[in-house]
């Protein structure tokens, strides 16, 4: 299967997915997360705002606040480029994507970032992640030096070969069917 081929089938997948076991498993993951060295030793986290059928962020992103954390979401630019910039709530809008934004234009330097959790359609077993096509993470996460992370669902896993320009999560949390 081609890489769109994957995308478009991943995507219906998510958009099919039963609501009640995808906040059971959304919870699951959340607990994994919070569990991580990764999490636990990050100051500043970057995350995203989901579309509703993505892995649940709004979770996440309350517990790291709770703890402490600076809390960063992205901001794209022409050109698939992208910046992370501070969560505030009340300065969003909602782009030609469908997904909440921030109005700031402040980045965060990537060196102050230690936590970038990803997020993707399609994981292989080493990390490579298959996006929405726009390629915003990979040119972002090509000389990011922090720690990044993923929450996906069993059918996110998918065998693919990854492109030369990919990059690779570190860590991908997936949910384990056998609790």
């Known amino acids: 299967m081609s ?4 995308r478009q089938t991943v995507l219906k997948q ?3 997915q039963n609501r ?5 498993i959304d919870k699951a993951l959340l607990d994994q997360l919070l569990a991580s060295s990764e999490y636990q030793e990050a100051k500043t986290l970057a995350t995203y705002l989901a579309f509703d059928f993505e892995y649940n962020t709004k979770a996440l992103i309350t517990q ?5 954390k600076a809390v960063l979401v992205p901001k794209t630019h022409p050109k698939s480029q992208m910046i992370f910039t501070e969560y505030t709530p009340k300065q969003l ?3 030609k994507f469908g997904l909440l934004e921030p109005i700031n234009e402040r980045p965060v330097a990537k060196t ?3 936590l970038i959790h990803v997020p993707g359609l399609a994981f292989n077993s080493k990390g490579y992640r298959i996006g929405f096509g726009a390629g915003f993470y990979d040119r972002y996460l090509k000389d990011f030096q922090g720690s ?3 929450t996906i669902y069993p059918y996110q896993e998918v065998d693919f070969q990854a492109d030369p ?3 690779p999560v570190r860590k991908v949390f997936t949910y384990d069917q056998r609790f």
């Open 93 to 95: 809008k909602m782009t």
């Open 165 to 167: 320009h990919d990059v």
């Open 14 to 16: 998510l958009k099919e």
């Open 64 to 68: 790291a606040q709770k703890d402490g």
């Open 148 to 150: 990044t992370v993923s």
């Open 3 to 6: 890489k769109n081929e994957i």
């Open 20 to 24: 009640e076991c995808k906040a059971e």
């Open 112 to 114: 102050s970032i230690d």
